[in-house]
């Protein structure tokens, strides 16, 4: 503890002489203070109450540490929805082995790096969010291709070599559209968005290895026993009976246009809220009231003005000036004199006497427009005032803070979105030999961002999720929006690349262009609603936990994943590449020519000679007995 300032020192005592502040100011930030330095506070908290008083505590040292538990409940759902999908316990096994074991090497990974750089709180927690929601998807598609595989006649080794060719492909150029939507938060220039972005890339890439790697390897254990018994004892020769994909693509083809214009628009009308969006950071006026942290900031609030809860520095560079002081005190009296400060107080200046922090109270809170302006109108005003003397202003606080953030990721977006869509969008352009389908993918990713985005509005600001126990924080992190977009346009092209690889794969095997779209959809759409299924379940269960930041981020994918899977993928695509037709498989002849070939489409293994086995029965495989 560095110091601690007496209420009767600094005049911090209501005027009915009920209420008072102490301040206390610790040598360390908050993360790093010991847990016997919070215990002290708490005890001393205690003890005043033992006199009598009624003591409550805010601050950032009161901010509690970010832990995993409860959100880890939506592993549960994804375990239930895979033995649905898969109809195996064996087979429901390996997707959620292998993206466990995907995501502890990679938050161990991360773990190990804290010993080199410091990382934010939240950083693992994303990495683990984002690791286990992929890895097991992708351990998904190879295993639905390998089950197919062997169920229509082919050898285990066959089977898995084929899957890891078409699925495994798959696997690798989604996880590679992921790794450069979240790998571009780089080029942002901001260390906490940086970091954040960097570890859920690296946990991806771990995701993608292990599904190529180990997986295929419990596949070659599991043989034919990862079918559904009823078809590995011959009482049926389909995995998978026709349901409601078939009978949802037959409508979408029917009606194309009718469909693409509906999905449009009603995605359009619940985008309508974005209007309303307001960014901010949480502070303890979102928590709970029973808390000590909302106690106290009421309290304040209520005691001394709004503006004690979220005070501006302004700090005095004199070095260059012959009377800092003299200087120092321009500067306040120029602050007092401005409309919206209640108080400037005195300068205090560093040992070396040439750099002065004033702490300016401002008459609205921390999250009001007031306070934005003031900050806009000292910058203007004071500053000018500063450099007469010689001297340099700088403001700071938590709403000077937002504003400047806010700034940076504008510009920042100019910057990002061409650089991850355009590196996308050529990777799509190659896999699928098309213009259509990356500008297709695009402008539905655009739309669930839209839908995603006016969703948070109305549960965090309008408070529409209140009563089953979601709290409205007034406000959309800040750092949410460019985040939000990384992971959102990563795992939108992850669908895209699952269902429609299976079209194309169908098309460029002598489909027509409407057949193609069925007869993929047929295949994939089971796979993919189930996949993200397991991803929404994986983010809600985030919702579980006690940080506003983690909460916001778990409910933001989640309704990413639901609007961008079940809505743009499943109604959206099927629709533009019917009334495309063949021209949605086309390149320009000189494009054409110019990019290189990926064989997705497995032509090589299509013609493979070895001939398959007719029919799956005990005899034929010792691994079934």
Partial sequence: MLEVVSPFDSGLVSEDRTTALAEVTYSAPYPDLEPQTKDALHAAAEAGERAGLRVELGGDALEPELAVGGELAGLAVAALVLVLTLGSLLAAGMPLATGITGVLIGVCGITAATGIVDLGATTPILALMLGLAVGIDYALFIVSRYRHELADGRAPDQAAG??????????????????????????VGIRLLTEMGLAAAATVIVAVLIALTLLPALLGFAGHRIL?????????????????????AGVVTRRP?????????????????????????????????????????????????????????????AANTPDPQAAAKGVRRALSATDGVVTATPAQFNPARDT????????????????????????????????????????????????????????????????????SFLLLVVVFRS???????????????????????????????????????????????????????????????????????????????TQAVRHGFEHG????????????????????????????????????????????????????????????????????????????????LADDPTPKTPAITPDRDPTLL
């Fill in 525 to 604: 759409a089971r796979v993919v609603a189930a996949a993200a299924i397991i991803m929404i379940s994986v983010f809600g269960g985030f919702v579980l936990g006690d940080s506003s930041d983690i909460i916001q981020i778990g409910v933001a994918l989640a309704v990413a994943v639901a609007v961008d899977a079940f809505v743009v993928r499943m109604a959206i695509v099927p629709a533009v590449l019917t009334l495309a037709g063949d021209r949605a498989w086309r390149l320009p002849a000189a494009l054409d020519r110019t990019l290189p070939h990926l064989d997705l489409e497995n032509h090589q």
């Fill in 162 to 187: 084929v899957a890891v060719a078409t699925a495994g492909s798959a696997v690798v150029f989604a996880g590679l559209t992921v790794v450069i939507a979240l790998a571009g938060l780089s080029v």
């Fill in 435 to 513: 213009l259509v389908i990356p500008l297709k993918a695009t402008l539905g990713f655009l739309l669930s961002l839209g839908v995603t985005f006016g969703t948070l509005v109305a549960i965090f600001q309008w408070g529409w999720l209140e009563p089953l126990g979601i709290q409205p924080t007034g406000a959309v992190v800040s750092t949410l929006p460019i985040l939000l977009i990384g992971i959102v346009f990563g795992l939108a092209m992850d669908y895209e690349v699952f269902l429609v690889s299976r079209m194309r794969e169908e098309y460029v095997h002598g489909s027509t262009a």
């Fill in 257 to 317: 246009g009718a469909v693409l214009a509906l999905t449009v628009v009603a995605l359009g009308v619940l985008t309508a809220p974005v209007a309303a969006l307001r960014l901010g950071f949480p502070d303890h006026g979102i928590y709970p009231e029973q808390t000590t942290q909302r106690q106290a900031y009421d309290a304040i609030a209520e005691n001394f003005g709004p503006g004690h809860n979220g005070p501006l520095m302004v700090v005095v560079d």
């Fill in 356 to 423: 002065a922090v004033l702490t300016v109270i401002p008459d609205g809170g921390p999250d009001s427009t007031r306070t934005e302006n003031l900050v806009e109108t000292i910058r203007n005003d004071v500053r000018p005032v500063a450099e007469q003397a010689g001297a340099t202003m700088a403001v700071t606080g938590g709403t000077a803070v937002l504003i400047d953030f806010n700034d940076t990721m504008g510009k920042a977006l100019l910057l990002y979105l061409p650089v991850v869509i355009g590196l």
């Fill in 228 to 248: 559904p018994r009823r078809l590995r004892r011959g009482r049926t020769t389909e995995l998978e009976r026709p349901g409601l994909g078939r009978r949802w």
